[in-house]
């Protein structure tokens, strides 16, 4: 008798542990969606005495580029540096796509400008845009303006506009529900750079993450979040992942991930100081809240191969395409929920190791059936 409940106990540890290794693996439901983040380089060559954007796509590159999106048919697009030729970029998109607000363009025919104190100037624009096929409905839309930005008539005029993020909740065509956020964080030209003068901007982006985060942690409930746009930041560069990945995880609210990370580095972020192939300053991450809704990367491409045009890229920034699934749902102890009409036929456990018949009367708690902890 000893003897047989030891065996039933040690079995039921197996199957426990069997059944945690196989929890780490996500399970998809057929429900997915696919999102693009883009900076399609909307700036106008020149403004005012200076030189912007002179080796940008313009006009014609940007009807090409609008006619890329329109070829990948995601459900969504988060776009970036939608300035000047907006309508250009909308040209392929109307048909399939709804879209958010634009905010305009750079230049002086959106206001007047205040030509002695052109050092305060600042256009109310932010470049971001976002459409998302026609079966999707928006729910909720919020505009947010980065509290700190550097660089007025240097540092790529990161404070010549109104950088900052959008936050959309939207509800997918099958009724499931995500948040989406699209921002644009301040830039280090490569000038400055290779100077070494590049601290007020990476400044300046340490403070963005950080009022993302506490952004996404105040405004967090059960559904997913996606945090995409074109963050200017590397890991080996920019704190990323202590900013806003741990810093999120320490809560013990929510588990985050970068799409990239995940599917094209082997879910190892880039240490500090290392240049890693591959890795781009535009970025797909998602927030997992602990109690409710998951979703996870299937498929994460960065194009740079259909992304040209007579073997030249279209911009200056390849897409990130990523396709989630939602993940099976469990509870916040990973625990499935009871098994309906349970048969004769099923090896059911209680955490004793004691074995119970499937017909028999048990009292409320938590059982092994047939290597699945599962509540009763």
Not at 48 to 57: E, R, T, Y
Not at 99 to 120: A, C, M, P, R, V
Not at 134 to 144: L, M
Not at 286 to 297: E, F, L, S
Request: with cysteine; hydrophobic share 40%; aromatic share 10%.
């Amino acid at each position: 008798m000893k003897t047989s409940y030891i065996k039933h106990f040690l079995a039921a540890l197996l199957l426990m542990a069997a059944t945690s290794v196989h929890a780490e693996q996500p399970i998809v439901t057929g429900t997915t969606f696919t999102i693009m983040t883009l900076n399609v380089d909307g700036l106008p060559a020149k403004f005012l005495f200076f030189d912007v954007n002179k080796d940008g796509p313009g006009s014609a590159g940007s009807e090409l580029i609008s006619k890329y999106i329109a070829s990948k048919k995601c459900d969504i697009v988060a776009m970036q540096e939608c300035f000047n030729y907006r309508w250009e970029i909308w040209s392929r998109l109307f048909a399939e796509y709804e879209h958010d607000e634009w905010t305009g363009g750079i230049g002086t025919e959106f206001k007047e400008l205040d030509w002695l104190h052109l050092q305060n100037e600042r256009f109310p624009c932010d470049g971001l845009n976002m459409a998302w096929k026609t079966e999707i409905q928006s729910t909720a839309y919020e505009r947010v303006a980065h509290e700190q930005n550097f660089g007025k008539f240097s540092h790529d005029f990161d404070d010549i506009i109104t950088k900052g993020f959008r936050r959309h909740e939207l509800t997918l065509a099958d009724g499931s529900q995500i948040v989406v956020y699209n921002t644009h964080f301040d830039a280090s030209s490569d000038r400055d750079v290779q100077m070494k003068n590049d601290g007020p901007d990476r400044e300046a982006r340490i403070a963005q993450w950080e009022q993302l985060r506490e952004h996404v942690m105040a405004h967090l409930d059960k559904r997913p979040v996606i945090v995409t746009g074109d963050f200017n930041s590397l890991y080996g560069i920019d704190p990323v992942k202590a900013l806003f990945i741990d810093a999120i995880e320490a809560t013990g609210k929510a588990t985050v991930g970068d799409a990239w990370v995940m599917k094209c580095n082997n879910g190892s972020y880039p240490e500090a100081g290392v240049s890693v192939p591959g890795e781009t300053l535009d970025k797909i991450l998602y927030v997992n809240p602990v109690d409710g809704m998951a979703v996870t990367p299937t498929s994460v491409v960065v194009d740079s191969i259909t992304y040209v045009n007579h073997g030249q890229p279209l911009g200056d920034h390849f897409p990130v395409i990523a396709t989630f699934g939602f993940v099976k749902s469990k509870s916040p102890t990973s625990i499935d929920t009871a098994v309906k009409d349970v048969d004769a036929n099923h090896n059911i456990y209680d955490l004793q190791g004691i074995r119970h018949e499937a017909t028999s009367p048990r009292q409320r708690g938590v059982y092994i059936v047939d290597g699945k902890k599962v509540v009763e």
